[in-house]
């Protein structure tokens, strides 16, 4: 279980972020975890409530975007979206692939703040 | 009066993870060293591969360090100094995984120029060490015959982000019915382009292919920075 050194890092990362902005108080912060990341989003929630207690980030809401895996393919010569993790081959064609375009993502897309007018 | 709007932030959670891995990974490349991560379940025969790797390096002159993770103890630094390569034990204190700045710390008052390998043993785990970059050339994921086949399936992020897979303990292939090419299958169902070795630690089986592959690396590695300005 590394989710929580995760999560907390993700909390650095935020209030470092927000305190250049004077920002008094953050609402969300939407999160973009690929398929291959190796977190899985129940337990990202599970820290999070406390790693942001006593932050600006306190009371906060995660949002979690789930990105799937993008291979590209040689033989059709386009990118390809798969269904799952389980078997890396073209959905078209059948051909494998090890050329992953996404789906390795950890990464805090965007933050939703409140900010002294 | 308070408005609400939303930053963009676009930014790595791992990016001073990454950073680091990557300051480390000019280092071993300037120093012509071949680094190597392996991972595993807990269990799997890490540190009966090295023991054997480390010693049968010597044997023909090459020049191996070794940096073993561990939660608690230091019985596996132990194990592998016996081979007479240097060593050392990072002791992770609970965590599950190693870190790039973990690797950097131990590192300090080694001279890289003085090894041609670097394995990092990393905690006996599946799933956390898959998201921490250490600045390896290569990573190792092991996988033993008593382990099932569908290993590779259970834990596609690690074995997808691994370039060589080795089968271990495959001196017990037989008494485990361990079916060899069903686990193959499922290595390149989930990583295509894999490199796969079958070893035994007990017995050597696999090690005159696995070390040949190994010293051939360093020297492709170390002929390419040479090449380079
Ligand atoms: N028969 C057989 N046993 C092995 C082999 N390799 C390892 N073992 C045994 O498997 C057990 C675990 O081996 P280790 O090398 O300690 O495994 P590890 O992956 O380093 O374990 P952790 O560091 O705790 O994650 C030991 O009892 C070893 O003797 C092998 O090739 N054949
Ligand atoms: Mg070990
Ligand atoms: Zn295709």
Redesign the interface.
Known sequence: MHELSIVQSVVTTVTEAMAERGVVRVQSVRLRVGALSGVVEGALQFGYEIATEGTIMEGSRLEVVALPVVIYCGTCSSLAELEGVQSFRCPTCGTPSGDIRQGRELEIESVEIEEAA | ????????????????NDELAAGLRTRFEDAGVLALNLVSSPGTGKTAFLERTLRQLRMVGERPAALVGDLETDNDARRLAVSGAPVRQINTHG???LEAEMIGHHLEGWRLDDYDYLFIENVGNL??P??YDLGEAIRIALLSVTEGEDKP?KY???F??ADIAIITKIDLAEVCEFDRELACNNL???????AIFETSAKTGAGFPEWLSFLVGEKERKQAAGVVSP
């Open positions: 009066m308070s408005t609400a709007r939303i930053v963009e932030l676009r930014k790595g959670v791992l990016k001073k965590r599950c995984h799933v956390c898959s998201s399936l596609p992020s690690i997808n982000s390149r169902e989930i990583r295509p382009d894999i």
